[in-house]
């Protein structure tokens, strides 16, 4: 697996850019909590997108955009080579690339 990450710093922007060379690429399920809770934004290719054992599950493509609540959990896998989510933090927080434990 190969996931590239880079901050994201524009101004009082601040986020991470997620590169997905191949295609199976996953970012691992976890979720944020208030000070790092984010949208995120498909810039190119296609993901699935889902939650813990089934609950929910979305399709993705280049241009959609997901709204994450606190806590909410979520794994990535892409679907086609190539492929890149943009996250923003909502909030004042900063980007973390450390992923918390889901609730139990």
Known sequence: ???LTKPLNLGNL??????????????PMHWHDNENVHITIVGRGLFKAY???GTWEKILKSGDV???QPYQQ???IALEDNSRIVNIV??????SNEYGTPPQ
């Open 74 to 76: 979520h794994e990535f």
């Open 90 to 95: 909502k909030g004042g927080g900063e980007p």
């Open 51 to 53: 939650g813990p054992d």
């Open 66 to 68: 997901v709204d994450w």
């Open 1 to 3: 697996m190969t996931l």
């Open 14 to 27: 601040r986020g991470t850019v997620y590169d997905f060379e191949k295609k199976g690429d996953t970012l």
